[in-house]
């Protein structure tokens, strides 16, 4: 059974940094691609980040610069690296695993870690 | 502003068929596959349509997706109450290079 557990998550003050890990399993991790997803409190999803399995990133504009997203295929882990945070960041960070098939699309999601950047 | 759009909310009675519509452009929709997501309250999403109309496996034959152009769409049939939860579309945008999400509907059924 596929399982991504994230944890890390907690309150931090603006400017401040923190990591979130996602622990994988049920799967092959270093197979496939992950992403970085957050939803701030009553809003919609944004795709924050992305790492590839060959060690490619990528970041949304929002994040670009303060984020950093990194893996461990020899724990099968998924880290996001938050620096300078502010209180727009404030919001449920999910893990998600990229599969592909006619076209590529994020078939399992993690539980959720709320990170509140506040004062 | 998300640059799919989404209404904000849809509502049927139980047995009706109801729609989401999901809105782009030639950058997004019109170039690549769309996804939808469900999501109730206080738990992660989960994949209900990938590849414009393909259903996982364990989701209802009541759920369907298509895509024409720059849209796409979700319909529900034979509604049932346990289908009031948000929905969420989903795709790749060439020119902002990342993924973008509609902003979700709210589903009520009435």
């Known amino acids: 059974e596929v399982q991504l557990v994230e944890s890390g998550g907690g309150l931090v003050q603006p400017g401040g940094s923190l990591r979130l890990s996602c622990a994988a399993s049920g799967f092959t991790f270093s197979h496939y691609d992950m992403h970085w997803v957050r939803q701030a409190p009553g809003k919609g999803l944004e795709w924050v980040s992305a790492i590839g399995t060959s060690g490619d990133t990528y970041y949304s504009g929002s994040v670009k610069g303060r984020f950093a997203i990194s893996r461990d295929t020899a724990k099968d882990s998924l880290y996001l690296q938050m620096d300078s945070l502010r209180a727009d960041d404030t919001a449920v960070y999910y893990c998600a695993r990229e599969n592909w098939g006619s076209s590529y699309y994020f078939d399992y999601w993690g539980q959720g870690a709320l990170v509140t950047v506040s004062s | 502003q998300s640059v799919v759009t989404q209404p904000p909310s849809a509502s049927g009675t139980p047995g009706q068929r109801v729609t989401i519509s999901c809105s782009g452009g030639t950058s997004n929709i019109g170039s690549s596959s769309v996804h939808w997501y469900q999501q109730f309250p206080g738990t992660a999403p989960k994949l209900l349509i990938y590849?414009?109309?393909q259903r996982p496996s364990g989701v209802p034959d009541r759920f369907s997706g298509s895509k024409s152009g720059t849209s796409a769409s979700l319909a529900i049939s034979g509604l049932q109450s346990e289908d009031e939860a948000d929905y969420y579309c989903a795709t790749w945008d060439d020119s902002l290079n990342g993924w973008v999400f509609g902003g979700g509907t709210k589903l009520t059924v009435l």
């Open positions: 590849s414009n109309d």
